[in-house]
Every structure is written in C-alpha cells, then in structure tokens.
C-alpha cells in the first residue's frame, strides 16, 4: 500500500522513550484485543434524569468511536456534530462508552433502545469492514446537556497479560503496588499517532488557521503536539535519571554538557533527597491533582516540594499552541525524522534549525492572537528546558499532567494459565498502555 509519507511502526512511537527505570524488562504478552483489554468511562457528573438530551452507555467491540459516532448518525440521520461523547476509546478492544443525543432526533426515528440497537448492528452487517463488530446498550439516561470532550473523570482498565512466570509475576506485582503511590510518566500512547505512527508527520501539511480545520486536521495537529510532549517529558526523565543516579560532581558536570543545564550542590542535594521519577525545576507550572489550578513551583520551597511527594500537585508539560514557542521548518523537520534510524526525539528536535527560513513556505507559522486563550509557560530553568519544545501550532495550547497515579489497582495471578490479571482506574487523558510499557520497561510488543 503506497502512502505519501513516512510508514512508520505502529509500535515505534512509544518503546524508544526512556522510562526512568534501570532494570531489565519484564516478559509477558500483551495483546490488545477485546478478550484482553476492557475499558470503561468514569463519568464526570451524574446525568440529571431529565432534560433534551437521551444518555446512552453503550459497549462497542472492535470499534473506534468515530466509526461508532457514524453508525449512529446515518441511522438517526443525524450529524456526527448533533452527538456528544468524552473522549476517543480504543478500537481493538471492549468499550464502555457515554453518547449523548438529542431527544428529539432520537424519538423522531426509534422508539426503543432494543430497535436502536439492532439497526445500529444491522448497519454493521452491511459493512464489510465491520466484521467482528457489536454493539451493545447497556443503559440510557437523560441530561440537561450534551457531553463534550473532555466531560470525564477517568477510566476504568481490565487488562489480561500472558505468559507471565512466577518470577516475572513477582516483579511485575512490585512495580504494579509501587506505581499506586509512586505515579508513573504521562506519556501519550502510540494509538495518538495513527496505525503507521506518522499523524504527527501528516499534520505538518496543515496550513489551515485552528477555526477552519476539521476534526480529522485538528486530531493530526494534536498528534504533533503531542510528539513534542513526549520528547520534552523524555528529556526531564532523562535528567531525573541523571540526577537521581550521578555523584553530585558528575551530575553538575553531565547536565551543564548535555542539558545546559546549572544546578548548584545546594540544589541537587535537595532533588536528590526527594527521590521523585520526575524531578522538578524551578519555574515549572505544577497544577492541583487529579484537577484544579495551576502554578509555578518554587523547588526551595518545603511545602512546594511536600505537595509534590505526596501527589496533592504534579508537574505538568505544555502541548503547544497558537502563542506558544517558535516557528517549525516542517521540511528540515521531516527530513530529519528520514534519517533518524531509531528515531531519537531530542535528536530530532535538535536538528531543525530556525534561523533566516521565515520566509520558507515550509514554516508551520501560527499567527499571534490576542484573543487565544493565555497558556502557562514554565519559567527559570524548568523553561529553559521547555523552550527546546515549544513551538507555535495551529492549536489551542493547554497543559498536560506529565506524571498520573493509578487508582483503585488490584492484580491477581493465574498460575493454571500463566496469565497475570490487572484492574486499575485511570485519570482522563492516560493511556493504559502508557502504564504497561512503564510496568514492563521496554518495547510493551515484544515478549
């Protein structure tokens, strides 16, 4: 199949990033499949009983939520926008999902949610690739408003693993219990980046101001947003390695040459002391976990550094935007992906050069906007390291938590099957397989 950009690995956007972690990986098999991966949504508010808009929870199997949404509004022949949902969920897999719909489209057709379901199933039928495809209606409700992106408090995950011996059991149960306290780095999910992992290169062919995109330009755009997070988030766990693991003399010395980076003994005394996976720097904007309000850190501040430790405030990276950073030559940029053969990020980034190409027609140039909304940027050293990573996009810039905990985990081992069975609820925004390949420490693919 011929495609007219770079055909990457599904896989490859997300085992090169560095974890943090210095042991070997654990063995086990991960399928993402709908036996194997369950996720479910955690609503952000309970649905009032009444109002114009019909709540339905629905559970798709091997299904994306796109293909979902227009299954649903050719029968209802309805608008994909007239449908409101929280978030995208996984297509290889059994989805637990929240649709909203506008009672009065919804009873102008059907007077049932059996008959809804079994035209919604008699229109997979008729798509020949839809084969393996279900949908199911577990419940319905009433809401006084339509769900919106980002309508939802979290996720419910039950994940089955294979092939785990006792002894991979054991490490893999240690760093599961530790993670519930510990957090782990947010890193966005291969599934951000597409099945060829190249939406983040198919987006800098788009010229288009944000109001005038459209959903599928908009969710390239964020792909490319969200490269730019993993590499910034890769680089800060690289320093935290470093000064987690160096003698003081060796530390200042490495990240003054790798990072540019000066921190005096008085400083790296104190992060040590902290033992955090994602050290902090001055100036960078922590926000309220698992919500709330942002602000800038202050790393000699006690309490600053208490809230950290204890998970009340967590770091967060910037996904950029209109008003955000520096212009991207899209040509040198993809060029240099090219001739990345393990497609190191910091590398790449540190590759494309910005001086005298304004006038390029290949600068990805986001024009200044007063009335964008005004995004945190991190000061003092912790912008120093930003900086390598902001850029102006045709976007809405925002935050992003760059380290989440896991609630409510529990794991259990099936010893008849080798199978270890993990169960864990999420914040929005967290990808579960994020979670896994830091679990397991390598490529979440391979055995």
């Not at 809401?143 to 996720?155: A, E, R, V």
């Not at 755009?221 to 160096?246: C, G, P, T």
């Not at 430790?309 to 940029?333: M, P, Q, R, Y």
Request: glycine content about 6%; overall charge positive.
């Amino acid at each position: 199949m011929e495609k007219d950009s770079i055909n990457f690995s599904p896989f490859r956007m997300q085992h090169n990033y560095f974890q943090g972690k210095s042991y070997p990986p654990l063995r086990f098999v991960f399928s993402h499949n709908c036996r194997d991966f369950v996720v479910e949504e955690v609503p952000l508010y309970e649905f009032s009983g009444n109002g114009e808009h019909i709540i339905l929870k629905i559970r798709k199997k091997n299904l994306s939520t796109h293909e979902l949404l227009s299954v649903l509004s050719s029968v209802l022949n309805i608008k994909n926008r007239d449908i409101g949902y929280a978030g995208l969920k996984d297509k290889n897999a059994l989805s637990f999902q929240y649709i909203s719909l506008p009672k009065v489209a919804f009873f102008r057709t059907i007077q049932s949610n059996d008959e809804l379901e079994k035209l919604l199933n008699l229109k997979l039928l008729d798509n020949k690739n839809s084969q393996n495809c279900s949908i199911k209606i577990i419940e319905s409700n009433l809401h006084n408003n339509k769900i919106k992106i980002g309508h939802l408090k979290g996720n419910k995950f039950f994940i089955r693993l294979k092939k785990v011996d006792s002894l991979n059991f054991t490490r893999l149960s240690q760093e599961f219990d530790k993670a519930k306290s510990y957090g782990f780095p947010n890193f966005f999910g291969y599934q951000r980046f597409g099945n060829f992992g190249d939406n983040f290169v198919n987006a800098l062919k788009i010229k288009k101001p944000f109001k005038k995109q459209n959903p599928r330009e908009k969710l390239l755009i964020s792909s490319l947003q969200s490269f730019f997070f993993n590499a910034w988030l890769e680089s800060r766990l690289k320093i935290s390695h470093i000064i987690s693991e160096f003698s003081l003399q060796d530390c200042k010395k490495v990240l003054q040459t790798s990072f540019n980076l000066g921190l005096d003994s008085k400083v790296l005394r104190l992060l040590k002391e902290t033992n955090l996976g994602l050290m902090p720097l001055n100036g960078d904007v922590v926000m309220h976990y698992p919500f709330g309000k942002l602000f800038f850190l202050n790393i000699e501040s006690s309490s600053d550094l208490e809230r950290l430790k204890s998970g009340e405030v967590a770091i967060t990276g910037l996904l950029s935007g209109i008003n955000c950073g520096k212009n991207l030559d899209s040509k040198k940029f993809l060029k240099s992906i090219e001739t990345s053969a393990n497609l190191d990020s910091k590398k790449v980034i540190e590759s494309v050069t910005f001086s005298n190409l304004k006038e390029s027609e290949n600068i990805i140039e986001s024009k200044l906007d007063s009335k964008a909304p005004k995004v945190w940027l991190a000061r003092d050293l912790a912008g120093q390291i930003e900086q390598d990573f902001s850029y102006n996009l045709e976007a809405l810039g925002s935050r992003r938590y760059a380290w989440v905990y896991p609630t409510h985990t529990h794991i259990e081992y099936d010893k008849v099957q080798n199978h270890a069975l993990l169960s864990f609820t999420l914040p929005s925004g967290a990808y579960a397989t994020t979670f896994l390949t830091y679990l397991k420490n390598g490529n979440l693919f391979e055995f």
